[in-house]
């Protein structure tokens, strides 16, 4: 599919930088993967894509520990988003996570589970209809004493299931800021005996009851999952809620 | 003459490529025993992450000839270097091997095992267990990252369990001291004729230290013990397990400069409210950012030790 004076005009109105013009476009996988059309197809559905460099995934390129991978996703550049979903075309369950930034910047951070090397892809629908799409290849080969365990270990869990601890940050750099870290083993339902258990819905919301972002994991997000999201203002308390896909829910607050 | 000793020099130039290639290609470590005290011998490695340049000789090992046979201080990366530590040996005492340790569970320290397979291999119960249990994963690790060096290494689990406190092994005192910190298993070995601290990975000179299996604050203790044994009568030389030998106690002072700096990035950024990735992308301060391997270990400790340290800021505690 090809709409070069559609490229064009986006680039146009958004007034992009000449080097973020140069680099749109809507054809020719820039990760040259090589299950891109395979993903265009199931995870966007056929859809018009473009490859955008607003849309910035960073994580390491080389992951130290497989089950941990850090990914953070900034598509702040990027006027009218409605969605970000969030894939690793190479992972025996390719989609990741889901979020919609409904109240708060199209920014957010977490880590992933990744079975083998493989791009990480966040692909943002705007508006229009348009998958603006970006992404990082992440090797997964660790150091040379590492031993990369099969599945979680830690029992933590039992006990602490949906346990919420987080905090706000009201100063300083990262004013604005919300971490939150919600224990849960994310069981991918992979390892022989063990059932998918995982987190599916998490919100955020402020004190006036204002939802600033919903976010849906699925199984690769990691063992104990970890936000980093953003407000505009930091203003009262938020609330996170939300449920695993057994039906345990979790309600808590945390305080600026 | 300029051109007849320029084509000289291409002709030599040429002619060191050529070394160099054979001697990648005939994988030989090149192993020669430096003594470091009276009957004392060391095999220095680089202070370098295992390549298919180096094939993993990035470790320090060692030997003491004993008066009735020899005592052998970790094995290497690989069976290759087991072997050619063998012969190194062999060329120093015709005396028989008596005993072989491995000071803990790392694959650089005990893949030569397969070479000594007819020596007494002796190690911390704990040690033998992380061997048996992670070795072949590590093995798996080190044939990627090292290639064709690793070629026919397997695990060998050592078959005798040592404890701390004294040992003598042929004819020689030796002083076991059982720590833990850089591993859940760390042993030092006290030469006592020598006075050599064999420190194994408990302590790095020159070299960023490595965390995969750390628990930094039971690390720590170990140093100060370390710094302690230093100050006993009869010390004489400090063998790291990575990096050079020293006469003193500065590279455990290096070493525990490096994990508190770590450590306290760690708290500090998630007290801060930075994630994984923002913290991955601080840069070192002046003072590691020439230590060989800095950044790529700074890089890996991040994955080792950052969430708890933001468990530990999230939950307030």
């Not at chain 1, 993903?39 to 460099?53: E, I, N, R, T, Y």
């Not at chain 1, 870290?181 to 004190?207: K, Q, S, Y």
């Not at chain 2, 290609?25 to 340049?53: E, N, Q, S």
């Not at chain 2, 008596?98 to 569970?105: D, E």
Request: proline share 7%.
């Amino acid at each position: 599919m090809k709409f070069p004076l559609t490229i064009a005009a986006i680039a146009l109105a958004a007034l992009m930088s000449p080097a973020d013009a140069a680099a749109l476009r809507d054809e020719g996988d820039p990760l040259a993967s090589a299950r891109w059309a395979d993903m265009h197809k199931s995870m966007l559905a056929g859809a018009p894509v473009l490859f955008d460099p607003r849309v910035k995934v960073v994580a390491p390129s080389t992951a130290e520990n497989p089950m941990q991978v850090p990914v953070s996703v900034d598509a702040t550049a990027l006027p009218g988003v409605v969605e970000v979903l969030v894939f690793a075309d190479f992972n025996p369950i390719v989609q990741v996570l889901r979020f919609y930034p409904d109240a708060a910047p199209a920014f957010l951070g977490f880590r992933i589970k990744l079975q083998q090397s493989s791009p990480v892809r966040a692909a943002v629908r705007t508006a229009d209809g348009v998958w603006h799409v970006g992404g990082t290849w992440v090797n997964t080969v660790g150091g040379g004493c590492t031993a990369p365990s099969a599945a979680a270990v830690s029992p933590e869990w039992q006990k602490r299931l949906n346990e919420v601890s987080g905090r706000q940050w009201s100063e300083g750099p990262n004013a604005g800021r919300i971490r939150l870290r919600i224990v849960h083993p994310m069981d991918t339902g992979l390892v022989a005996g063990t059932p998918a258990f995982h987190l599916e819905e998490v919100n955020i919301t402020d004190a006036a009851g204002k939802r600033l972002m919903r976010v849906q994991p699925y199984e690769p997000v990691s063992e104990n999952p970890v936000f980093t999201l953003q407000r505009d203002a930091a203003s009262g308390p938020v609330e996170a809620s939300g449920r695993d896909n057994n039906g345990n829910a979790f309600t808590a607050r945390i305080a600026p | 003459m300029r051109r007849a000793s320029a084509a000289l020099r291409g002709l030599s130039l040429m002619l060191l490529a050529w070394a160099g290639l054979a001697a990648a290609a005939d994988f030989d470590y090149r192993l020669k025993a430096r003594p470091i005290a009276p009957d004392v011998y060391a095999f220095i490695g680089r202070t370098a992450d295992f390549d298919t340049d180096n094939g993993g000789n990035i470790v320090n090992t060692a030997f003491i000839v004993g008066r009735a046979g020899v005592i052998v201080i970790d094995s290497g990366p690989s069976l290759r270097y087991g072997q050619q530590m063998r012969q190194a040996i062999a060329k120093v005492t015709d005396k028989p091997l008596a005993l072989v340790i491995n000071t803990h569970h790392h694959p650089d320290h005990f893949l030569g095992n397969q070479a000594f397979a007819d020596v007494p291999i002796g190690a911390l119960a704990e040690t033998r267990d992380g061997i048996a249990r992670d070795g072949d994963a590590f093995a798996e690790n080190l044939f990627r990252m090292s290639g064709d060096w690793m070629k026919g290494t397997e695990v060998r689990v050592p078959n005798r369990t040592l404890a701390g406190g004294a040992l003598e092994v042929a004819g020689r005192r030796l002083r076991l001291v059982a720590l833990d910190g850089h591993t859940g298993a760390d042993l030092v070995v006290v030469d006592e004729a020598s006075g050599v601290v064999f420190a194994g990975d408990l302590v790095f000179n020159g070299r960023a230290p490595t965390t995969p299996h750390a628990d930094v604050g039971h690390w720590l203790k170990a140093l100060d013990q370390l710094d302690g044994l230093t100050r006993q009568p009869g010390f004489k030389v400090l063998l790291p397990g990575h990096g050079e030998v020293a006469g003193d106690a500065a590279p455990i002072a290096q070493t525990r400069a490096w994990l508190n700096w770590l450590t306290a990035t760690m708290d500090e950024a998630a007290r801060n409210g930075l994630d994984m990735n923002d913290t991955l992308a601080r840069p070192l301060p002046p003072r590691f950012a020439d230590m060989p391997v800095a950044q790529t270990e700074y890089r890996r400790s991040v994955g080792h030790l950052f969430p708890a340290a933001e468990q530990r800021a999230l939950e307030g505690r």
